[in-house]
């Protein structure tokens, strides 16, 4: 649970810190690509656990964020289409099935997780677009607030400068938009 912690600890240490930087605390989000997709995810749906000793006041803040905005990101360690490389490094060569759905960030969503935005390629190579599918429909079986938008193209990694000349270079734009919306 290391990401887990390290991502706790600072969304709490930027909300104790937010009057310096003249910050709304309860306006911050969480902004993931790929594997740091996991790490946001595992923010949004799992917030609430302790998985580190407290170590100052900032860590009687919550954690969890206002939204999340997920990038082609990694969110199953189930069935077919989990991305081999995240789940070698979260969980070794052989894990069990409960580690496995521990992992399964579509199988911890409450009605607490906050709002999000999807963005995925339907061409990634890497990581399926099924991991946001995945994402969406556990979001809105809650009745989670959730914007998804897919693209034929893109790839993975697309980012911004990879994305010009595609309609998926439009993004920045659609999250921000959406985000304007949300918090």
């Not at 190579?125 to 009745?143: D, I, Q, W």
């Amino acid at each position: 649970d290391a990401p887990l912690a390290d991502i706790q600890r600072a969304m709490r240490v930027i909300r104790a810190s937010a009057g310096e930087w003249q910050l709304d605390p309860a306006r911050i989000g969480v902004l993931g690509f790929s594997a740091g997709g996991h790490v946001a995810a595992s923010l949004g749906t799992r917030h609430d656990e302790t998985v580190y000793a407290p170590l100052d006041a900032a860590d009687a803040l919550s954690a969890r964020p206002a939204f999340m905005a997920l990038v082609y990101p990694v969110i199953t360690m189930q069935g077919e289409h989990y991305h081999p490389g995240s789940r070698l490094e979260l969980m070794g060569d052989n894990p069990g099935e409960e580690l496995i759905r521990r992992y399964s960030l579509e199988a911890r969503v409450t009605r607490d997780a906050p709002p999000t935005f999807l963005l995925h390629a339907a061409d990634d190579p890497a990581v399926k677009v099924e991991n946001s599918l995945a994402m969406f429909t556990a979001l809105r079986r809650v009745g989670v607030p959730v914007e998804m938008h897919l693209f034929e193209r893109g790839k993975h990694g697309f980012g911004i400068r990879d994305a010009q000349g595609l309609p998926v270079a439009l993004w920045p734009e659609l999250m921000m938009n959406w985000i304007a919306t949300k918090v």
